[in-house]
């Protein structure tokens, strides 16, 4: 069970998790990140769940995880940057995220625009923001972050797109002590933001990302565009080059297509 009091025992973070809500049963982490937050609780606050009844993806979707075997949780921050540092903020999780997944296991783990997680090409895990920003400054922003993890079988329709840390490492993970080592890897690169910005992290996105200069089609409001990737703009969105002129696309979901 991933209850606050154990996630806090071998925690050496300083602010990451200073306050920690655990759930049995939730609605969603990042529902309750974002009330907390409007409650002014601290940044670095940490809701976790066993299980979400509406757990929240991505443009509208659900996520969907089997209670007990994979890791759903929010960390509310307060950067006080400006707003158009926002969507930047999934980047950087997806950094931190992937190099504390590749500390506890050997895996290689790639980044898909915007803010997905993929092993062998099949995601594993994805981040959903959510903010409320007061004039022209971040107010607060919620990261939510879900990641299969010890999850075997997932639902027919996700056949070929969704996998595991267990299906594709061939072991059964500690989730308690992988959270600890994500925690610890955001709390390091949100050290990194305050002083160094956000470039950094997303020069390491694109080290990691294997759509850079490749093919691709975005579906984006029933309408499918096809280009090659050229690269992320300072504000999250997609550079994409389509028949020798540039888009940029600040939402939709992304086929790499094979060369
Ligand atoms: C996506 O890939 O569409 C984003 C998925 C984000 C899921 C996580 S699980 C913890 C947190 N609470 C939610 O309701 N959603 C995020």
Redesign the pocket.
Known sequence: MLDAESLRTGLRTKLFGKKIYSFETID????CGRAVAACGAPEGTIVIAEE?T?????QG?S?V?NPGENL???VLLRPGLPTDQLNLFPFYAAVAVSQGVERETSLRVECKWP??LLLGGRKFA???LQGSVDGSSIEYLVL???INVNQSVFPPELDGKATSLLIEGGRRIDRMRLLRTILQSLEDHYAQISRSGLDPLLSEWKERTPMLNKPVSVLREGETITGIMKGVTRQGGMVLAVNGTEQILHAGDVTILRT
């Open positions: 969603s982490t990042n529902t979400q509406e757990g929240k993806g991505r979707r996520w995880a759903m949780f929010s803010n997905d994805g981040i959903l939510g972050i879900g």
